[in-house]
């Protein structure tokens, strides 16, 4: 987990203009059926530590999920957040997760690289959640300056990425194709800074 340089930190859980890219569903988003419950399941502990601790630092009155798909993860954020958003390149993934979670305000827009409807310095925790490690390097970082802009001084970033090598794509600079590759810890902490790494944990996996 990450912090703002005003005390803000940012966690790591490893385990300009539209382009073509790879279009997500449901069932390309994450595992389905029963082994895909378990590690919704475990994905959501994980995240809930992160959240509980940062709550005893800071009062988090709104949290952020970037791709948030169908909502798999992001309710929660709820828990412990007083709001919730979440901001969905797919429109199918949005509909769904609006159907599923009304009282979660869900945005949908083309593009995560900008967030245009989120102002500066006004979240007081960011999560991307198996999201950059599917995006080429120039994108991740366009990212990466968008959360620092939009996260609030002495707020909080979880970025659940994979950060060690295993099950990678081939290619990973097309942006049409599926792509999944990992970057070390430290790029991350080049990309994220001035925030401050507080912690890296390993993704829970089911046995």
């Known amino acids: 987990m990450f912090r703002h340089p005003r005390r803000a930190y940012y966690s790591l859980i490893h385990g300009r203009g539209i382009t073509p890219r790879f279009v997500y569903t449901v069932d390309n988003v994450a595992p389905q059926g029963p082994l895909g419950n378990v590690i919704a399941y475990l994905d959501r502990e994980s995240i809930r530590q992160h959240l509980v601790e940062a709550s005893k630092e800071l009062r988090l009155r709104r949290a952020l999920e970037i791709a948030c798909g169908y909502g798999r993860v992001i309710m929660t954020l709820a828990e412990v957040a007083e709001e919730v958003i979440g901001i969905e390149r797919e429109p199918a993934l949005v509909d769904t997760a609006r159907s599923l979670l009304p009282d979660i305000t869900f945005h949908q827009q083309d593009s995560i690289l900008r967030l245009p409807t989120i102002?500066?310095?006004?979240?007081?925790?960011?999560m991307t959640f198996t999201v950059l490690q599917h995006m080429v390097d120039?994108?991740?970082?366009?990212v990466v300056d968008e959360i620092k802009r939009v996260t609030r001084p002495g707020g909080f970033v979880l970025l659940g990425e994979k950060v060690a090598p295993g099950n990678e794509t081939e290619c990973a600079d097309d942006r049409t194709l599926f792509l999944s590759r990992h970057r070390p810890v430290p790029v991350?902490?080049?990309w994220m800074a001035p925030f401050t790494l507080r912690s890296v944990r390993p993704r829970p996996a089911p046995p």
């Open 138 to 142: 120039e994108d991740v970082r366009r």
């Open 119 to 126: 102002d500066d310095a006004s979240c007081d925790f960011v």
């Open 188 to 190: 991350y902490q080049e």
